[in-house]
């Protein structure tokens, strides 16, 4: 990590804001490339110019990078999941967000803190069993927690409200990281590679000739490609059906606020899928809360009133003293839910056209993987082995992936 001495510290803030370098290029687009990211989907460009020797790439972003989904989430990593696919992938991005910071060289305050799954009742409890024998059978790691060990862990939980705690379960290795810091991290390491960041620059549709596409129209013209990724969150079906392409995906507000900054009294992520809510501490004190998605479709990021309200409630349920504190704000994300609650991943009935999508409430904790297989998948034009179960054809063949219960509380 580079380190300054104290007279360069101060000589950087005696000159204020004069002459710092750009932390993030802003580029102007040009007329061709080898590969376009449509979306602020930095990481996948990042890896095809480190990896695969690509340095024509550019990145579209219609609005500003790091202020779409990437930006509004509650910030969880983990890789406790069921299915096996679904369990070496965010194994592989969790593996990847532990040496992110040194790698990158920036800090992603990553707090491997622990994430507690709560049981309220013994058939509950049975099921926590037997997800976490699938998951250490996947080489994950996962344990069980009694009441006393749950007692240890997070005395200011409520053991005896509406929803008696029964137990639990645990992945000591999940827990959270700046979601700014990600973005921002692959983006200017990309744009180092020679990668041109391209914001305000909206893709309205795409160029196809004999079934292969050969560049987009954006509002800032037209730029020629023969590979063009969808990375763009809650609004790829939208974006798909401008090539042509249907995706079996809806759209839906998710929704978290924070409180008022207080003293460290969260140790770690808990999660209740009876009380459908999780909470957890930022580094600045500030309590996060989340719950369910929306229950109606929508592009809007604001969310709604019930939704805030069920998830103050399904907070306090579990930590009575959060009721003295204040919601500082709220947002919402746009998150993009399939079938399966499975990504959508790889390559689509246009040649040359591929597709990141489908993440649902999952898409942070799989950033640094996604864009590591997607930039596999377009330099190679098939499917990395970690992405062939998530590929658009499983909803033909009924080959799901079935992760609903994987987000902890139902969408």
């Not at 080898?34 to 609005?63: S, W």
């Not at 509650?74 to 532990?98: A, C, G, I, M, N």
């Not at 990395?384 to 499983?394: D, K, Q, S």
Request: one cysteine or more; a positive charge.
């Amino acid at each position: 990590m580079r380190r300054y001495s104290f007279p360069a510290l101060a000589l950087h803030a005696l000159r204020g804001h004069q002459r710092w370098s750009r932390a993030l290029r802003n580029d102007e687009p040009k007329a061709s490339y080898d590969a376009v990211i449509v979306g602020g989907e930095a990481v996948a460009a990042y890896f095809l110019a480190n990896k695969h020797g690509m340095n024509r790439i550019a990145v579209l972003e219609k609005g500003v990078i790091g202020h779409g989904n990437s930006g509004r989430n509650t910030q969880v990593v983990r890789s406790d999941y069921f299915h096996l696919p679904s369990s070496k992938f965010f194994e592989r991005s969790l593996r990847l967000y532990e040496g992110l910071s040194r790698e990158r060289n920036y800090n992603l305050m990553l707090s491997q803190r622990g994430k507690i799954n709560l049981a309220h009742s013994p058939h509950e409890l049975e099921m926590q069993r037997r997800t976490v024998n699938a998951i250490r059978m996947n080489g994950v790691d996962a344990d069980m927690l009694s009441l006393d060990d749950l007692r240890r862990l997070e005395p200011a939980l409520n053991f005896n409200g509406r929803y008696p705690i029964e137990g639990g379960s645990v992945q000591w290795r999940g827990g959270m990281a700046r979601h700014d810091a990600v973005v921002w991290a692959f983006a200017r390491a990309a744009g180092k590679l020679g990668v041109d960041i391209v914001q305000d620059c909206e893709v309205t549709g795409f160029r196809i000739e004999h079934g292969r596409v050969t560049g987009v129209a954006t509002s800032r013209g037209p730029i020629s490609a023969p590979r063009v990724c969808m990375a763009v969150a809650g609004h790829s079906s939208e974006l798909a059906r401008k090539a042509g392409i249907r995706l079996p995906i809806n759209s839906m507000a998710l929704q978290a606020m924070v409180t008022e900054p207080v003293k460290p009294m969260l140790n770690h992520v808990v999660i209740s899928a009876v009380v459908h809510g999780y909470v957890s501490q930022s580094d600045r004190g500030e309590v996060i809360i989340g719950g369910g998605a929306d229950v109606y479709h929508s592009y809007a990021q604001r969310g709604g009133l019930p939704v805030l309200e069920a998830n103050a409630q399904s907070a306090i349920e579990l930590y009575p003293c959060l009721g003295r504190l204040r919601v500082m704000r709220q947002w919402a994300g746009i998150v993009d839910i399939s079938p399966d609650t499975s990504p959508v991943m790889g390559l689509t009935p246009v040649q040359g056209l591929y597709a990141s999508a489908g993440w649902g409430t999952g898409g942070y904790k799989a950033i640094p993987a996604g864009g590591e297989t997607m930039a596999w998948t377009i330099a190679n034009d098939r499917p990395h082995e970690l992405i062939t179960a998530f590929g658009l054809g499983r909803f033909a063949t009924g080959a799901l992936v079935d992760e609903g219960a994987a987000s902890g509380v139902a969408h």
